[in-house]
């Protein structure tokens, strides 16, 4: 029950934001609005197929993870997203802290690679971390400007927020307590549903900046 | 059972023929035609071969294996015209949609075959069901390829992306056929009623379009 309750939810929440941000593309033809669309969108259907699935068989895809490359085609577009609010500058910029998300990220890796499925695990992962390394960047690199892009900034925490929630929302399903409310995992997904719908206006201050 | 390959041989012999009367202007038309019901064809044995090697049963195969494997196998020549070619925009969607035409149609002379064709009911379902579904999938590829394909930034992600789309259109449709009952009915309609929405969808776009002076910003 709480798992239909979390996966409708979720897809209200996404479709919600796909129409939104389709919305945003249509008003200012935007690049950043379509990549977003293209986000939102992919992890609706992935959503989608996921939710139908569980609701009329009584459980999830067994065999081919279909609704995983969804999720993998949305992160690709995320990734695309922030390289494309990127500046050159930005690009460039080093700083020692952004190693911190390759730290949050590997141990995490290791244990997914050894209970889960090596291909799936790596390239989610990967891009998750590409991801994080790329927002982290952003956000140091904005925080030490003189002249501060705050949307900017808010965008690159919304972005590291969602990876952070995707890594737990991982580790917990490695750990799954119970299908109850007492099992973190849905906790830990309701959050994340709460930051991918944050990012739409995150998105839209950012690129009006 | 169903000797596809001498189906294949009998359909894709005429139009090899007629290739090479056609001249050079038509060699693309008939080749991604053939193209398309090649990779339908080696589409069955690909998804006979993973059915097996997970050990499948009916829901699996048609609602995860089938939709990965044909979706990959449509995108192959068309990925093989665009990185080898490189050709111009409005070329990428005439190809995507004839091999999405001609894998439909295949499958459907397969079928047919299979199921005979008495009952128009079942033939029409078919035709604006399953094959539609195909064109759906199609049309989101062909009109993405085209919007991707200008910047080089975005070549990988969109085609992965595209890719992803289409895969998970054609596994809910065959996910909603496979459990039977009403939402069979939702998934025979899901293909025209996504085909309606998506020309609304490009109408108001091109609109909106012409009022902005269609410009494209970040």
Known sequence: ?209 | MTYIENVFVCIAGPILLATFFMGKKYYGVFYFCIAGMGVCLLSAYINTFFARLYDADFISATAQIAPMVEEIMKLMPVLFYLLIFEPKPEKISVAVLIVAISFATFENICYLIENGAAQLSFILVRGFGTGAMHIVCGAIASYGLIYVWQYSWLKISGTFGLLGAAIIFHAIYNLLIAHGSITQYIAYSLPVLTMIIGKVINRIYKSNGVKNGGTANL
């Open chain 1, 1 to 209: 029950m709480i798992e239909l309750l979390d996966n409708f939810s979720q897809l209200i929440v996404t479709l919600l934001a796909t129409i939104g941000a389709g919305f945003l593309f249509f008003k200012n033809r935007g690049q950043a609005y379509l990549l977003l669309t293209c986000y939102f969108g992919t992890y609706t259907l992935g959503i989608l197929y996921w939710t139908l699935h569980f609701y009329l068989f009584n459980y999830t895809p067994q065999v081919f993870y279909v609704s995983e490359l969804a999720w993998i085609s949305g992160s690709m577009f995320l990734l695309t997203l922030g390289y494309a609010l990127s500046t050159p500058d930005e690009r460039k910029f080093r700083h020692p802290a952004i190693w911190l998300v390759i730290i949050f990220c590997v141990p995490q890796l290791i244990l997914y690679l050894s209970t889960g499925d090596i291909l799936f695990n790596s390239l989610i992962s990967g891009l998750a971390m590409a991801i994080g390394w790329n927002s982290a960047r952003g956000l140091l690199y904005h925080k030490k400007q003189k002249h501060k892009q705050k949307s900017k900034e808010i965008f690159h925490t919304v972005v590291l927020l969602i990876i952070f929630l995707e890594h737990c929302l991982w580790t917990s399903s490695c750990f799954w307590v119970s299908d109850t409310y007492t099992n973190p995992y849905f906790w830990f997904d309701f959050l994340f549903t709460a930051s991918l719908f944050a990012l739409l206006p995150a998105t839209k201050k950012a690129v009006e900046a």
